[in-house]
Nanobody, 126 residues
Framework: QVQLVESGGGLVQPGGSLRLSCAAS????????MAWFRQAPGKEREFVAA????????NYADSVKGRFTMSRENGKNTVYLQMNSLQPEDTAVYYC???????????????????WGQGTQVTVSS
């Protein structure tokens, strides 16, 4: 089992920045894919970004390309989501997800991930 704990959410003004963290309770092997999803009220959970823990692969939703950056810190089993130029439409609960067997063609599908964090609220408002 892998437990994921997110942190770093909060309230920010439009154009501002936040950095989310996701710490895994157990050592995640290099084959793991870690991802961020978000869910706004009344909407389905949507893919934001993903990376392979071994490196060499990162993918972003079109809506966040150029504004969000996902990175990893292997020694701490932690991934980050740096969010810049935030807009009100980025308001959502952000979830960290992980899976050790997912194939890269399925990374956009939340049902393919076995492990989830509890979520952290991000609110972008003036």
């Amino acid at each position: 089992q892998v437990q994921l704990v997110e942190s770093g959410g909060g309230l920010v003004q439009p154009g501002g920045s936040l950095r989310l963290s996701c710490a895994a309770s157990a050592r995640t092997s290099s084959r793991f894919v870690m991802a961020w999803f978000r869910q706004a009220p009344g909407k389905e959970r949507e893919f934001v970004a993903a990376l392979r823990f071994s490196g060499g692969y990162t993918n972003y939703a079109d809506s966040v390309k150029g504004r969000f950056t996902m990175s990893r810190e292997n020694g701490k089993n932690t991934v980050y989501l740096q969010m810049n130029s935030l807009q009100p439409e980025d308001t959502a609960v952000y979830y960290c997800a992980a899976d050790g067997t997912i194939i890269l063609s399925s990374i956009w599908t939340p049902e393919q991930y076995d492990f989830w964090g509890q979520g952290t609220q991000v609110t972008v408002s003036s």
